[in-house]
């Protein structure tokens, strides 16, 4: 009976011995409350995280690559792309994680119907989210953009304007403190949603749940087959993490588990 005590304590210290310490970096909102609840789940695993925030789109990866950082989860497959073709990232996909949709806000406005003929609309300045941002108002059906330009057209490759909107790029963390100067603004969920906006009762209009922006977790090239990335993973798609996506967030956040 008296070896039981001093097993049991072994196999503590022994779990703890082999316990992975990582760093994930997150962007505000969803992306880092999530995190927070991956990390719950994790932790029985012997796998401790520690979120890092980043204000912005740019760090995040950079961070990643230059080792700071283990992980990343802040960014969907068209943007790490665009980054890899840039900056010459040697980042891979781990796996898939959410879906949000991006929104149309505004300050003055109620609806889309609202918005009248050489209105200023806020698009996030960097290629990938920007891009995104005039095909959801082509999806709106206010604006064509050349099908050449892909998933990353810029105002340039606006062929019918019909109405004479004109665009103003900002950061993507800035749009939802710029909304009093402009007409609209098309805002990612994370950013609307650190900004107090609740995207399913203050957007205007909102993105087609169907297309290619699912978010991802990244590593650096070589990590993606180790056992803290397997864990990582799993913590992620458990069933508790899913539970709380579900209840916190009533469907403007959706799981691609």
Known sequence: MRLFPITLAFGLLASAAFAEDI????????HGEIMEEVAKVAKPMGLNIDIVEFSDYVIPNQALADGDIQANSFQHQPYLDNQIKDRGFDLVTLATTITTPMGLYSDKLKSVE???????IGIPNDPTNGGRALLVLQ?????TVDPEAGLTPTPLDITENPRDFRFQELDAAQLPRSLADLDAALINTNYASASGLNPKEDAIAM???????????????????????????E???SPEVKAFIEKEYQGTVLTSW
């Open 114 to 120: 609202d918005l009248e003929d050489g209105a200023t």
């Open 207 to 233: 993105e087609s749940a169907e297309g290619p922006y699912v978010n991802i977790i990244v590593v650096r090239e070589g990590d993606q087959d180790k056992p803290w990335a397997k864990q990582l993973v």
């Open 235 to 237: 913590a992620y798609h």
């Open 23 to 30: 760093k994930v970096g997150v962007s505000p909102g969803e």
């Open 139 to 143: 999806q709106l059906g206010l604006v």
